[in-house]
């Protein structure tokens, strides 16, 4: 992080915003995390298509200390909201990497669990 930087770091909210989960990346061993839903992204809409879906991307932030690395098919187990029902995200790009975090737009897998 550069010294001009105020942001405030991605720990900080965990504890607060935070939902327990369990990632899995291609070919790794689960690891326990506490990843942070945010805002999701609505998908660019092709000009000209009068009968289209625009479904938003979910997206989670993801701490660079617990996944350094979050590669596209990353398994990600998680409830929307604390103490909801845990289900399974794949991992189908990345929004965009921060200093300390993550932010890794998933798909729900068929399945769950």
């Keep these: 992080m550069a010294a001009s930087d105020i942001r405030p770091p991605f720990a900080i909210f965990q504890p607060t915003l935070g939902v327990d989960a369990v990632v899995t990346v ?19 809409m092709p000009l000209g298509e009068d ?7 979910r997206v989670l932030a993801i701490a660079r200390a617990d996944v350094p690395l979050v590669p596209t098919g990353t398994v ?7 103490g909801g029902e845990t289900l399974t995200w794949r991992v189908d790009g990345i929004e965009r990497v921060e200093y300390d975090h993550v932010r890794a737009m998933v798909l729900e897998t068929e399945g769950a669990s």
């Design 26 to 44: 291609p070919g790794g061993s689960p690891v326990a995390a506490v990843v942070i839903w945010v805002a999701p992204v609505p998908q660019d």
């Design 51 to 57: 009968f289209s879906r625009e479904d938003p991307r």
């Design 76 to 82: 990600i187990e998680a409830p929307e909201s604390a």
